[in-house]
């Protein structure tokens, strides 16, 4: 499978690696976190790590380490305003449980 973006998505990280001036891609992964297990981790990756896969999507590269694909493998990352908020949005297959609140979930 693979990790993709939206058209927005992408836009967005490009905007900001545009603004950044220099970068690989988004990292995208995850830690444990919350109530749930686990929550995600989106950054920017200045490298490429050997335990990581490249999935690329509008020219943008979404970087995932080893750990985090079987959590994440299938994950679709979207990019929402509403009103005066904005954030990234992930449509992720594996995701069996959520916390209430959205801050973690569970592949288990």
Do not use: W
């Not at 900001?16 to 990756?45: I, N, P, W």
Request: charge should be negative; glycine fraction near 12%.
């Amino acid at each position: 499978m693979a990790v993709t973006l939206t058209t927005a998505a992408a836009q967005r990280v490009r905007q900001h690696l545009k603004k950044r001036g220099s970068g690989e891609g988004l990292r995208f992964g995850v830690k444990s976190s919350g109530c749930t297990g686990f929550g995600y981790v989106v950054d920017f990756a200045d490298e490429v790590g050997e335990n990581d896969h490249v999935f690329l999507t509008d020219g943008i590269k979404v970087i995932v380490d080893d750990e985090s694909l079987t959590h994440v493998d299938g994950t679709s990352i979207d990019f929402r305003k509403e009103g005066f908020s904005e954030s990234f949005k992930f449509n992720n297959p594996n995701v069996i449980n959520a916390c209430g609140c959205g801050e973690s979930f569970s592949t288990e």
